[in-house]
């Protein structure tokens, strides 16, 4: 059974960084394609960043470009957000999500075939 569990998230100032990761189940981890996304209150889900299959290709949104890097570990089956100089703006529960059958997701979320529960980020200003 393939499982998407995200951690590390919480309530922090301004301007912190905070780590997000997320851990696979699966043996083929290695070969799908990870995306973060994330949901405001009241909000749509939306694209945060997606790292190909090698993690030589990554994409951000616009809003997270220059704070916010993903990256994978795929002999730990994780993969990363880092996120600096965070906004209370970026306040959202953040998914991981994964593609088993594309070297990149993108940005769409009909990409991606399996999702995590989620993780709350709350910045205060």
């Known amino acids: 059974q393939i499982q998407l569990v995200e951690s590390g998230g919480g309530l922090v100032q301004a301007g912190d960084s905070l780590t997000l990761s997320c851990a696979i189940s699966?043996?083929?981890?290695?070969?799908?394609?990870m995306g973060w996304f994330r949901q405001a209150p009241g909000k749509e889900r939306v694209f945060v960043a997606a790292?190909?299959?090698?993690?030589?290709?990554?994409g951000y949104a616009d809003s997270v470009k220059g704070r916010f890097t993903i990256s994978r570990d795929n002999a730990k089956n994780t993969v990363y957000l880092q996120m600096n100089s965070l906004k209370p703006e970026d306040t959202a529960v953040y998914y991981c999500?994964?593609?088993?059958?594309?070297?990149?997701?993108?940005?769409?979320?009909?990409?991606?075939?399996?999702w995590g529960q989620g993780t709350q980020v709350t910045v205060s200003s």
């Open positions: 790292i190909s299959v090698s993690g030589g290709s990554t």
């Open positions: 699966g043996r083929t981890f290695s070969t799908w394609a």
């Open positions: 999500a994964a593609s088993t059958e594309r070297y990149y997701g993108g940005t769409s979320a009909g990409a991606y075939d399996y």
